[in-house]
């Protein structure tokens, strides 16, 4: 095997996906203590106080303590090297929440114990499902009260159509939460309460039936034997194959916030998850250990250190490996640049970067050249695909407080929209400038961000924007008749594309009648 193959075999790169408040920021945190990548684990608690939780750095999360924009970390552990994306998992959630879910392998799915499976899971399992995914679950707060575990794992079978097949089984919950039994291994993992913040030593009772495993369990003893029968008669077993496939989850419980049950949840990303997968290009199929570079820039972060007013490009690696000061093509331009400071990251700190490989996300400094969706190669124009836009849900003008920001302004919005915080829209027959969003809370944080990176103040007011959709046609002629009759409703976005804003749905379905050569199309794909 040649050093670049058993690189690429050492990697796995999944995203945290979960409901809001289901634990997803102390599970990141606790896997990062697995892997030795922090010393102590800031609890949830104290994420008000000096200590935020290490994924969550921009200004609004640490004071709302939600993750908002997408995170990246990397850490070894067991002689692998984990790539770890977070996910917003706030109510709303942007469009990089969708193409953090193009840049990964797999996903780990975080439940709440105490309420199952939630709206915004279900929103993110749909992505994952675009892709068959590999999901792993871990059901979460087992030191609270949960539901019956059984309830649990139909309610993930009926709701988010997979099999689920438990690897480990509860002994009780709340106080009365007395460890995991590994269903396949046939041992008890014992549960010591208040080791949240370092690791500790865990300890095995080897084999169910036996006199330590009585006494460990107590009356209970009898009762739960009788429930693994149950459980083991009715519950799906564990499938490789399937699993790869998108098919089946391996489900495990534990609490995060008690430290237990973490380490089987990244030891099953490690043992069972795909290491980088191939990608498709428009041209081809592009292998992980290809020789020649490749990768394609999912996510465009701006002023990740105050310090130094920047913007990063976050790009996943698909083929090959950088070097320090190597040469890459940059497909869309079609100029050739040399990239001497890659970054890797720990959250908001970053690292120069002398090497990385297949499934590795490295940043490259971006001085406006770089859009997300872009390709960078040894030379070969490669295109990826499946990294859309998505037509926003929401609508609001914008109105400046101090007229004389209207340069800031502008510059502001399209940094902003160009890392997927926002969409915007210029409409052709007036000044106006109209924002687009997926869900409400997108639009507190551009104008939280506006004011604090780029010293804008600005205000919003309704407008009456059903939809937005991009139009395309083939036919010069018939797009030029089709401006001029709809130039009302036209608007071009952040890219420069023609868009139609629909004021109602049944304007949308009637300009789709009358004009059958043009295209309204809710997505539109990074070129």
């Keep these: 095997m040649t050093k670049q193959a058993a690189e690429v075999a050492k990697r796995r790169t999944f995203a945290i996906i979960s409901h809001p408040d289901a634990g997803k920021t102390t599970i990141t945190e606790k896997l990062l203590l697995m892997g030795k990548a922090i010393a102590v684990a800031g609890t949830v608690k104290s994420r008000k106080s000096d200590r935020h939780a290490t994924s969550d750095w921009m200004e609004m999360e640490k004071q709302r303590g939600i993750s908002i924009t997408t995170s990246v970390m990397q850490f070894p552990y067991r002689e692998h090297m984990i790539n770890l994306l977070d996910t917003p998992g706030h109510e709303d959630f942007s469009e990089d929440t969708y193409r953090t879910l193009t840049a990964v392998d797999s996903a780990l ?109 107590g009356d209970e003893y009898e009762r739960f034997v009788e429930q693994l029968e149950l459980v083991q008669g009715a519950c799906h077993e564990f499938d490789q194959q399937e699993f790869l496939d998108g098919q089946l989850t391996p489900v495990f419980f534990g609490t995060a916030l008690g430290n237990f049950g973490v380490d089987h949840v990244l030891d099953a990303v490690v043992d069972w998850a795909p290491r980088p997968l191939a990608r498709v290009a428009n041209e081809r199929t592009v292998e992980p250990v290809e020789e020649k570079f490749s990768g394609f820039v999912f996510k465009i972060q701006a002023n990740m250190d105050p310090k130094h007013r920047d913007r990063i490009a976050f790009m996943r690696i698909c083929s090959g490996k950088y070097e320090k000061g190597m040469k890459m093509r940059h497909v869309r331009t079609g100029k050739d640049v040399r990239i001497g400071d890659a970054l890797t990251f720990f959250s908001s700190e970053r690292e120069q970067l002398e090497e990385a490989f297949a499934g590795d996300i490295i940043g490259l400094h971006n001085h406006g050249t770089i859009q997300i969706g872009d390709t960078f190669t040894e030379g070969e124009a490669l295109g990826f695909t499946g990294i859309p836009h998505f037509a926003p849900e929401l609508f609001r003008r914008v109105r400046l407080k101090d007229p004389l920001k209207s340069k800031q302004l502008r510059q502001g919005l399209q940094q902003l929209a160009e890392e997927g915080a926002t969409q915007v829209f210029f409409p052709e027959r007036s000044n106006d400038i109209i924002l687009g969003a997926v869900g409400v809370l997108q639009f507190d944080v551009v104008a939280s961000r506006l004011k604090e990176e780029y010293k804008v103040e600005c205000s919003y007011e309704p407008i009456t924007v059903y939809s937005a959709r991009w139009v395309e046609c083939g036919d010069k002629k018939k797009l030029e008749e089709f401006s001029n009759k709809a130039v009302e409703n036209l608007a071009l976005d952040g890219g420069g594309h023609l868009t139609y804003l629909a004021p109602t749905r049944v304007n949308l379905a009637l300009m789709e009648e009358r004009w059958p050569d043009v295209k309204f199309r809710a997505t539109r794909e990074h070129h």
Aim: charged residues 30%; hydrophobic residues 40%.
């Design 109 to 217: 799915m975080v439940l709440d114990g105490g309420k199952g499976v939630e709206p915004r899971t279900i929103a993110l399992m749909d992505v994952c499902r675009l892709r068959d995914t590999p999901i792993v679950s871990f059901i979460n707060k087992l030191d609270r009260d949960i539901r019956d575990p059984i309830e649990l794992l139909d309610e993930i079978e009926a709701v988010l159509k997979i099999k689920a097949a438990p690897i480990t089984w509860p002994i009780g919950c709340y106080r009365d939460f007395k460890g995991v039994y590994h269903l396949a291994d046939d041992y008890i993992i014992v549960y010591t309460a208040g080791h949240g913040h370092e690791r500790t030593e865990v300890k095995i009772i080897e084999k169910l039936d036996s006199d330590e495993a009585r006494a460990h369990l």
